[in-house]
């Protein structure tokens, strides 16, 4: 067994602002988080994503970086984080930071000289550009919507930002941008931290500026230089030490990602990918409204599973993120309670028998729900506001608008963590800066540590489960029954060892296939099988 390896660790995602406030700001701070360091102990995770607590001006809610050394006030100071560490290593948990270098904020101090002064040597770590015409250089989007580029009369030149304005893309083609950013990531390794995601790191290397047929992607997307770029990286910062390191990766395919991640080649650990998640996007648009497509959530999985798996790269694997709606609205049922309940813990269990390092974002462990908002003042994230406003000027009506937000808005995931059922579920004693769900009275952390049978305990049995078996880390994939219109079938093989995992994906409850050999020790289970029929979200793992 290979005691102090990484791959067998399970991450928590924090997302600062909406964990726990200890100001009573209605924002959550960095004292919140050590304040709950003996939850997370107790839930039994090995590594913490803090997302970005950096200096910014909060576009983007940290992601605008205007300052890679600081600690952004609202969140506390230098030495809370200092603390946040300390306390963490003494619980045995570790801490990832979120570095963000794709781009900076506008506000950051390269940015405002390059902005100010053409001749300055800022300049170049961006992208500045002259257009021959009165159109932009090229026809790229923004992922937040509109033209990627923005103008500024005073040069009569363009600057680049695939997201919101206020983030400008750095050039990485420039050898002292990479120099700087090597520097801010060795920082933090002095600093005493374990790891590192990177934010949406495979846009790093841009090739032609040229106009596209779509929206641009091809030119930027897993670029040219991207796998030099990462390696560079690895060697001069943390290539050498023990860190764990996950890149988001946009767009991205298996080939790019075992090349990611194949040890051998030095970039990164691990990497996420999203194209399980586009399952219920209409014609590959986000802001629709469209049911989970089944089968195409399983191909997908599966084929990234298998891929990864044989080409020897390393998948982050997971349902959610502050990005994402919550999962148990989105591919389960949170209409009832014992759908509710049922439907998330069959969820956990299906994600974290994969192959590949899990990733829990803050809430998930305890089946939290979109919050149903219905009113567009109720929102608060650029990326909605500005769906909002593209909808609107298309034609559509404010209820379709918010049905499509209510599904697919970043917010969904955003709303304060539910620790009870007291003001405001425990998260602040002022005002929360984004509205919290009413179902806090029942659902919170408080009676999930008291309900033996709760959503929590079986997030923390599937962690436990990984810590203990090797098949869950390293065992191979099969998948079963790939066809199947309810259940969701594979196995892990490891060793000579067997685990069969089935998951009903219906509401009811579904005939296990009889050709499937389903003897064996029961290892965790939710819901019934009785006579061949497995409830109603039921999952079970069998040891054969
Ligand atoms: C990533 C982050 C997201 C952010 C974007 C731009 O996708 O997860 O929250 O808006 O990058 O930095």
């Not at 560490?85 to 801490?95: D, M, P, S």
């Not at 009889?514 to 497995?534: F, K, P, T, W």
Request: aromatic content about 12%.
């Amino acid at each position: 067994m290979q005691q102090n390896d990484w791959r067998k660790s399970v991450v928590y995602q924090i997302y600062p602002k909406s964990f726990n406030d200890t100001t009573g700001n209605g924002e959550g701070d960095l004292q919140g988080i050590i304040e709950k360091l003996a939850y997370l102990q107790y839930l039994g995770v090995d590594y913490i994503w803090l997302t970005p607590v950096y200096e910014s001006p909060m576009n983007d809610n940290g992601y605008d970086i205007s300052n890679y050394f600081k600690v952004n006030p609202q969140f506390g100071t230098i030495e809370d984080l200092k603390t946040l560490v300390a306390e963490a290593h003494k619980r045995n948990l570790k801490i990832m930071m979120d570095i963000v270098i794709n781009h900076t904020s506008t506000e950051h101090e390269w940015f405002k000289q390059a902005y100010a002064d053409k001749n300055s040597l800022y300049r170049d770590y961006y992208f500045f550009r002259r257009s021959a015409d009165s159109e932009p250089p090229t026809n790229w989007e923004s992922k937040f919507g509109g033209n990627a580029w923005k103008y500024d009369e005073k040069t009569d030149e363009y600057y680049l930002h695939l997201f919101d304005v206020t983030q400008a893309d750095l050039n990485w083609d420039n050898p002292e941008v990479r120099r700087v950013l090597y520097d801010v990531i060795n920082h933090w390794i002095d600093f005493g931290i374990d790891g590192f995601r990177f934010d949406v790191i495979n846009l790093i290397s841009k090739g032609e500026f040229k106009n596209s047929e779509k929206i641009g992607k091809e030119f930027y997307t897993d670029g040219p230089r991207v796998h030099d770029y990462l390696h560079e990286m690895n060697q001069h910062t943390f290539g050498d030490k023990d860190l764990m390191t996950v890149g988001e990766m946009s767009s991205t395919t298996i080939e790019h990602c075992i090349k990611y991640t194949a040890p051998e080649r030095q970039e990164l650990s691990s990497v996420f990918n999203f194209h399980h998640l586009k399952v219920d996007y209409v014609d590959g648009e986000k802001w629709s409204n469209a049911k989970l497509d089944f089968h195409k959530l399983k191909d997908i999985l599966m084929e990234w599973q298998l891929g990864i798996y044989e080409g020897g790269g390393w998948n982050a694997i997971f349902w959610c993120n502050h990005d994402q709606p919550r999962v148990v609205t989105r591919f389960g049922d949170d209409t009832t309670e014992p759908l509710r309940k049922q439907s998330a813990k069959m969820l956990a269990t299906v994600l974290h028998m994969l192959q590949g390092t899990p990733y829990i974002y803050q809430g998930e462990e305890i089946g939290m729900t979109d919050p149903g908002f219905d009113d567009i003042s109720q929102y608060r994230d650029v990326e909605s506001l500005n769906a909002y406003d593209k909808l609107k000027s298309s034609g559509y009506d404010e209820q379709e608008i918010l049905t499509i937000l209510g599904q697919k808005s970043r917010d969904n995931s955003r709303t304060p963590v539910q620790w009870t059922s007291g003001e405001n579920a425990g998260f602040t004693s002022g005002e929360p800066w984004i509205d919290i769900p009413n179902n806090f009275d029942k659902i919170n952390v408080e009676a999930a540590m008291e309900d033996e049978q709760s959503i929590l305990q079986t997030y923390r049995h599937l962690i436990q489960l990984r810590h203990e078996h090797d098949i869950v880390t390293y065992g191979s994939i099969e998948p079963l029954f790939m066809d199947h219109k309810e259940l969701f079938i594979y196995k892990r093989h490891h060793n000579g060892e067997t685990w069969l995992v089935i998951a009903n994906f219906s509401k009811e409850g579904v005939v296990i296939p009889e050709s499937l050999d389903v003897d064996g020790e029961v290892i965790i289970q939710n819901g019934e099988v009785v006579n061949g029929v497995i409830d109603g979200f039921g999952s079970i793992v069998v040891a054969q």
